[in-house]
């Protein structure tokens, strides 16, 4: 079946620890997204990539690094930078194709900093 | 500075009853709006879409409606079932920029019997 896996499903990392949170799609999604969400405040792009070897900030990116060198692989960074770690990680996909398309989530990574 | 607000966090409706959910934004470029539903420790769901050509757009038992001179939109769920219960995200997005979407933060809805 299509669609996007994120791993692990739960993640707890120590303090000044650096953690990279997995991302994965076999949607042939050009469009990559990284998303936070933490209560009360909806959901917030981190990074996306619209396509390989490519990527823009989002508007929380300090302290998150990503990569793009696989169409189908889009992991995000944690760095010891980010002070506020411990959120709800969202990974997305979407078509480029013309007209607008809704963009398809994975199923989220919990991280906790311990 | 918040561009989609959603402002009231939650909603209780009565199962059959109609469910309405609204939603404001601020930027005048955005041109395309969605509605997404989330369970708790799960990734949100696509419900339903409109674009600003539009002024309604209807799926089911979702009924999406905008009005781009109030910058306004709402989604209608009739009748609302017990399944419905769940935070929805109203997000939209500015044309040529794929699916870059700015979300709201969300309402509550819980759907009692």
């Known amino acids: 079946d299509g669609g996007i896996t994120q791993s692990p499903k739960y993640l707890f990392r120590k303090e000044g620890q650096n953690v990279t949170l997995s991302c994965e799609q076999n949607?042939?999604?050009?469009?990559m997204y990284w998303y936070r969400q933490d209560p009360g405040q909806g959901l917030r792009l981190i990074y996306y990539?619209?396509?390989?070897?490519?990527?823009q900030k989002g508007d929380i990116a300090e302290g998150y690094s990503v990569s793009r060198e696989k169409k189908e692989s889009f992991p995000l960074t944690v760095t010891s930078a980010q002070k506020n770690p411990t959120a709800f990680y969202l990974c997305?996909?979407?078509?480029?194709?013309?007209?607008?398309?809704?963009?398809?989530f994975g199923q989220g990574t919990r991280l906790t900093v311990v | 500075d918040q561009q989609v607000k959603q402002n009231s966090p939650s909603l209780s409706v009565q199962e059959g009853r109609i469910s309405i959910l609204n939603c404001d934004y601020t930027?005048?470029?955005?041109?395309?709006f969605l509605w997404y539903k989330k369970y708790p420790a799960e990734g949100p769901t696509f419900l339903i879409s409109?674009?600003?050509?539009?002024d309604k757009n209807e799926d089911g038992r979702f009924t999406v409606f905008l009005n781009k001179s109030a910058k306004h939109l709402s989604l209608h769920i009739v009748p609302s079932q017990p399944g419905d219960s769940a935070v929805y995200f109203c997000?939209?997005?500015?044309?040529?920029?794929?699916?870059?979407?700015?979300f709201g933060t969300g309402t509550r809805l819980q759907v009692t019997l």
């Open positions: 997305a996909s979407s078509s480029q194709a013309l007209g607008n398309t809704e963009a398809f």
């Open positions: 949607l042939n999604h050009d469009a």
């Open positions: 990539s619209q396509i390989v070897n490519d990527f």
């Open positions: 930027n005048s470029m955005f041109d395309y």
């Open positions: 409109i674009s600003s050509i539009k």
């Open positions: 997000a939209a997005s500015v044309a040529g920029t794929a699916s870059k979407l700015t």
